[in-house]
């Protein structure tokens, strides 16, 4: 994954936080995992980028609107299949980490329409 790509892939996991309104311990850790494992390539720092994703998400989640915009634009760094179906992979795994519920279904199949090579 290119840097681009991890960094829209956490904004997503952010936002899908919100879409049940309910973070689990398990959801947070494997929240923290997958940022470690996906690593960090950049010179600006990690952790400003995490709150400043958050701040992201939060106001993203105002709305169902705002919702989509970002979940599309954050999904079109995603330019190549492998690329989707990684994306795909780990926010499912994410979202199942607690069990789905139907609000975060909803959110993930929002996310699968918007990767065109996915469908």
């Known amino acids: 994954m290119t840097q681009p790509q991890r960094e829209a892939l956490f904004d997503l996991l952010s936002l899908s936080i919100y879409a049940d309104a309910h973070v689990s311990l398990a959801e947070e850790d494997l929240l923290k995992q997958t940022f470690v494992k996906k690593g960090w390539k950049s010179d600006y720092p990690k952790d400003l980028f995490i709150e400043e ?27 190549t299949k492998s690329a989707q179906k990684e994306a795909c992979d780990v926010l499912n795994a994410i979202l199942e980490s607690d069990g789905m519920e139907a609000e975060e279904n909803e959110f993930y199949s929002l996310f699968i329409q918007s990767l065109p090579m996915v469908k």
């Open 53 to 79: 994703s958050f701040a992201r998400a939060r106001e993203a989640s105002e709305s169902d609107e705002a919702v989509f915009d970002y979940l599309n634009e954050r999904a079109a760094v995603f330019t």
